[in-house]
């Protein structure tokens, strides 16, 4: 037996055999991909040239509404929230970093979304939907059905499922007598409670140091993308929280209580069904086949429940307000007509209008596929497969808005943010995301 030759000289030190690291480069650290984005990003964002430029874009963004919309709504939130965030930029600018931030998601706060929702709520002007929501309401007490029989005009209609007009009840109940009853009755004011309700409490199953969601959700809602839509109509809000929410706690393991919030945001509008498939792959990955099945008999069982008497008593009000008038099939069209391709398309003529409808099978039937193929391991993954589904329904459809938009924006990024650890805030116990786990000491 031959003894293998020892290395001489420098080769004799320790690890001689291993690839050299290049100087000044660190491995790269284990975890999804996905993790390590969200460091970069974080680190990112703390910066303060990158939370100056923020402030001055959103600020930008702002001060055009008053210059090119038509709507008085979007003017009125224009001029109140471009002010609010040249200030906010004023704020890290000047302050010191650990009150430059908090600073900014004050007054972003006041002056994107608090003060003008306030001008808007007393003075009883907000986008269709919301009157829409709070008709409803008032249907449903004193009629049993929260949809009006042979809608002519737009304001008519109620594209969205019976427990939506749950939002509308307050204004139903506490009636407009006075400043208090015309803000605290506001269905907008709900929308926003049930999206940041839900949204704290992803972040709490989600993060793995139980570190507070104050500020991100303080920045998140004062941002352009949630402020105006929440101050001007936010009917969509409630959906992005409940979306959120039930994908974090089929993440957990929590089929029951999963099943319980799909069963609301499928009873609340019909573009959160995608919602339900995307949970059971994510369940049945990560805690197998019984999980999910408890999951699906609750959110069928439930969502029947209160869909199926008002489909059974007066089916043509749900198939026409519902379905066709979404879809851009009565002779009343919908006003979200935003410039988007599946609107383009529509507009070619019946033709085109078909060729949208079928494009947007494609493109879902794409998705599903790469949803089946590859099943999400944890919730920033399943956000991802909603997301992507959410997106090209959004983008194809013959009749849509960009604020549509927000909700895969949101679903993208707030499970990842909320899955990541903060430095300097290591208070919980271990947690396990995506497929990786976080040790953590007390």
Not at 109 to 125: F, W
Not at 310 to 331: C, E, I, K, N
Not at 410 to 422: E, F, G, N, Q, S
Request: charged share 15%.
């Amino acid at each position: 037996m031959v003894t293998p030759r020892q290395p001489r000289g420098p080769d004799r030190r320790q690890g001689a055999g291993l690839p050299r690291q290049r100087a000044g480069r660190p491995p790269r650290p284990p975890g999804p991909a996905w993790a390590r984005w969200a460091d970069r990003a974080a680190g990112l964002g703390r910066r303060r040239p990158v939370q100056l430029l923020a402030c001055l874009v959103a600020a930008g963004w702002a001060g055009g509404f008053p210059l090119v919309s038509r709507l008085a709504n979007q003017r009125l939130w224009g001029e109140t929230a471009a002010p609010a965030y040249l200030l906010a930029g004023l704020a890290v600018l000047l302050l010191p970093r650990w009150a430059a931030g908090r600073a900014a998601a004050l007054i972003t706060l006041g002056g994107a979304v608090l003060l003008p929702l306030t001008l808007l709520a007393v003075q009883r002007r907000a986008q269709s939907e919301v009157g829409v929501v709070e008709r409803a309401a008032a249907l449903l007490l004193h009629t049993g059905t929260p949809y009006l029989p042979d809608p002519v005009a737009v304001t008519d209609f109620n594209p969205y499922l019976p427990a939506m007009a749950l939002f509308g009840l307050p204004r139903a109940l506490l009636g407009t007598g006075g400043p208090a009853a015309l803000l605290l009755g506001d269905a907008r004011v709900w929308f926003a409670a049930a999206f940041l309700g839900c949204l704290a409490v992803s972040w709490r199953l989600l993060s793995p140091d139980r570190a507070s969601p104050l500020l991100p959700l303080a920045l998140l809602t004062g941002s352009p993308l949630i402020a105006l839509s929440l101050t001007v109509g936010g009917v969509d809000l409630p959906l992005i929280g409940v979306c959120c929410l039930a994908l974090a706690l089929a993440a957990r393991g929590r089929p029951l209580a999963a099943g319980l919030v799909l069963a609301l945001a499928c009873t609340l509008k019909w573009t959160a069904w995608p919602a339900l498939p995307v949970a059971l792959l994510l369940l049945r990955r990560r805690h197998g086949n019984r999980a999910a099945l408890r999951t699906a008999a609750v959110t069928v069982a439930l969502a029947a429940a209160v869909i199926l008497p008002f489909a059974l008593s007066r089916p043509q009000d749900l198939r026409l307000q519902v379905v066709r008038y979404p879809l851009g099939l009565t002779p009343v069209r919908t006003p979200a007509g935003s410039p988007l391709p599946g609107k383009l398309i529509a507009d070619l003529g019946p033709a085109g209008h078909s060729a949208a409808l079928l494009l947007i099978l494609a493109g879902c039937l794409a998705v599903a596929g790469w949803a089946l193929r590859r099943p999400p391991a944890g919730a920033a993954a399943a956000a991802d497969r909603l997301a992507a589904g959410l997106t090209t329904a959004f983008l194809l459809a013959p009749a849509g808005r960009f604020g549509y938009l927000a909700l895969p924006a949101v679903l993208v990024c707030w499970p990842r943010l909320a899955a990541h650890h903060w430095p300097g805030r290591t208070t919980g116990r271990a947690r396990t995301v995506d497929g990786g786990s976080v040790t953590l000491t007390r």
